[in-house]
């Protein structure tokens, strides 16, 4: 599997926008955003511009290292020569099984063989969007939190077919732009952090209609 050093980044709204700047951030990769929406690009670049205008104000980052993320980000239109181009990607459409499987379908057609592909998606198992693509071994969850410039987490999720190299490469890259990785070994409807929330929704749903606490007191103690 090829060093990371070329990242697409295929979706450019909240999720897949942060993902890119997040990236860029650790002044080690060239970033490629992807939409079929010059609108939306443009929208991405202005949000990004204030999210690193921001963190410049608050102390969080220098002016030097956010005019530079920002200069690491491209965009493009062209979903076919961006995934030909990258060492990783990164679908990050909404959450809509037929339309993420529209863009797996061009990446397996023209993403590098040696390339690690990845979805964002907190919902949908990577086995099902890998239809098609010829190195099933090097595809996996990569599975980010809003905001990304925020909240540390990434879940990297193992398929059935999922590489042993491909963990360790997914593993690293998220380390490698300052997230922290946990790994799910065997593909879980939710996966942790979803199953975990549920799980305590569900009991504090129990508490309210059993009359044993208010909405409030739940709210509070939680």
């Known amino acids: 599997m090829a060093e990371i050093t070329r990242v697409a980044v295929v979706g450019a709204g909240t999720m897949g926008s ?5 990236t860029a951030y650790a002044g080690r990769h060239q970033v490629t955003l992807v939409d079929s929406s010059r609108t939306q690009l443009d929208r991405a670049l ?3 511009e204030q999210l690193a205008r921001r963190g410049v104000q608050r102390g969080r980052l220098t002016e030097e290292r956010a005019a530079d993320a920002l200069g690491r980000i491209g ?5 076919p020569a961006a995934a030909r181009d990258a060492d990783l990607v990164i679908e990050a459409v909404f959450e809509d099984l037929a339309a993420k499987r529209v863009v ?3 990446l397996a057609a023209h993403a590098s063989e040696e390339a690690l592909l990845a979805s964002n998606s907190s919902t949908i198992a990577i086995s099902r969007l890998v239809e098609g693509v010829p190195r099933q ?6 599975h980010f939190f809003h905001p990304v410039t925020v909240m540390q987490l990434c879940e990297v999720v193992r398929g059935p077919r999922t590489s042993d190299e491909t963990v360790r490469a997914a593993m690293e890259f998220v380390r490698s732009i300052d997230r922290v990785p946990v790994l799910i070994n065997k593909e879980i409807h939710g996966f942790i952090v979803n199953r975990i929330l549920f799980a305590a929704a569900e009991e504090a749903f129990h508490l309210l209609e059993g009359g044993y606490a208010s909405v409030e007191d739940i709210d509070t103690a939680v």
Do not use: F, G, K
Request: hydrophobic share 50%; aromatic share 4%; net charge negative.
């Open 18 to 22: 942060q993902i890119a700047l997040q």
């Open 104 to 106: 797996w379908a061009v």
């Open 46 to 48: 202005a949000q990004n």
């Open 137 to 142: 071994e090097r595809c996996c969850n990569m």
């Open 75 to 79: 965009v493009s239109a062209d979903l």
